[in-house]
């Protein structure tokens, strides 16, 4: 039989452990980062799941651009260079979101909110802080 410090060490453990992105969402997130020219893609996390993802894209209509029509690229089989910090942010979220902003086609700025949850504190009737 367990203690109850022991038990509260293996949840612990659980919590931190880094679990591995579904394909759907790395296929968003890489597709986001190749093809998006501006815009930005909301990552929502629940116990280290992503449970939501937003996308906003906008479409900038400017002299240059009016003179060359709309191209959809090809899927391309190569990495973009912030892929592998973004996935590490990723999995490194319990609770919170990351934000992908991009400008130009390039990645501009990368905004992580972490929330913490409190379990093992408790209130005065025994509920939860």
Do not use: W
Not at 3 to 18: E, F, M, P, T, Y
Not at 69 to 96: A, C
């Amino acid at each position: 039989m367990q203690s109850c410090s022991d038990a509260k060490n293996n949840v612990a453990n659980l919590r931190g452990a880094i679990k591995p992105l579904p394909s759907q969402v790395f296929d968003i997130i890489e597709h986001f980062l190749l093809n998006v020219q501006y815009g930005h893609l909301i990552l929502m996390i629940q116990d280290g799941f992503v449970v939501k993802i937003d996308k906003i894209e906008k479409f900038m209509i400017s002299a240059k651009s009016r003179e060359s029509s709309f191209l959809i690229k090809e899927k391309t089989t190569k990495k973009h260079p912030m892929q592998m910090k973004i996935l590490s942010d990723l999995q490194s979220i319990r609770y919170g979101q990351l934000v992908i902003h991009v400008n130009n086609g390039q990645v501009g700025q990368i905004e992580k909110t972490e929330k913490r949850r409190i379990d093992e504190l408790e209130g005065l009737y025994g509920d939860g802080i």
